[in-house]
């Protein structure tokens, strides 16, 4: 099983700034990439960010040129620097890893979430 435990979340000022951290524990065998998503009350969960283990980014584009994913390495954090935060990015925050291992020749891919972390943006 895998771990993931997000922290950062917070009350901010609309034009603030916040940095969402994610640490993975657990058996990890292999990652294909680590994401960011978010869910808005009454809304959809939807992507924000995700990195691959080759190190490419994508953004939702509402997020692009303010939000900046970020992982030194295979077992460092996954990050989410935050910056000029809207009242629109109000939302509970989750951090999510996508892997998976072989055994022999049979894949196995694994897909795991964290609890969340709540982020409120205050206009």
């Known amino acids: 099983q895998v771990q993931l435990v997000e922290s950062g979340g917070g009350l901010v000022q609309a034009g603030g700034s916040l940095r969402l951290s994610c640490t993975a524990s657990g058996s990890i065998f292999s990652i294909n990439a680590m994401a960011w998503y978010r869910q808005a009350p009454g809304k959809q969960r939807e992507l924000v960010a995700r990195i691959t283990n080759g190190g490419s980014t994508n953004y939702a584009e509402s997020v692009k040129g303010r939000f900046t994913i970020s992982r030194a390495s295979a077992k460092s954090p996954l990050y989410l620097q935050m910056n000029s935060l809207k009242p629109e990015d109000t939302a509970v925050y989750y951090c999510?890893?996508?892997?998976?291992?072989?055994?022999?020749?049979?894949?196995?891919?694994?897909?795991?979430w964290g609890q969340g972390t709540q982020v409120t943006v205050s206009s």
């Open positions: 999510n890893l996508d892997g998976g291992r072989y055994s022999g020749t049979s894949y196995y891919p694994y897909n795991y």
